[in-house]
């Protein structure tokens, strides 16, 4: 017993969008409705307007193949004021950061995971 990891394109690519909508509802999540709700009303659409790529876990359950959980990655801009920085540090982070003079601050995408 295992598990896979699944993109959601690649499930609504290839079994269209009304029958992963399907697949996607009988996820449940009682503790947290919000993990819930995004997986069945928002995960397809981020997906296609590239906001943010949904991965599907499943594994077997009972001959099964059921939904087990999920994440998704995006990217998330952070800023960081100048004057919080070592010259350091600065140096450093001038490698993955533009520096916006105006507000005097360095800007970094990351990666974000939920």
């Given at each position: ?6 993109k ?80 350091t ?14 507000y ?11």
């Amino acid at each position: 017993m295992g598990y896979k990891v699944i993109k959601l394109k690649n499930i609504y690519n290839n079994l269209g969008e009304v029958e992963t909508k399907k697949i996607l509802k009988e996820f449940k999540c009682e503790l947290n409705r919000d993990v819930e709700y995004f997986l069945h009303e928002k995960a397809i659409e981020f997906s296609k307007q590239g906001i943010a790529e949904t991965f599907i876990v499943m594994s077997q359950y009972k001959r099964k193949e059921v939904i087990v959980g999920y994440f998704s990655t995006t990217n998330k801009a952070i800023n960081i004021k100048k004057m919080n920085l070592s010259a350091t540090k600065k140096k450093r982070i001038l490698k993955f950061a533009k520096y916006d003079k105006e507000y005097k601050t360095y800007s970094v995408a990351l990666p974000l995971i939920g």
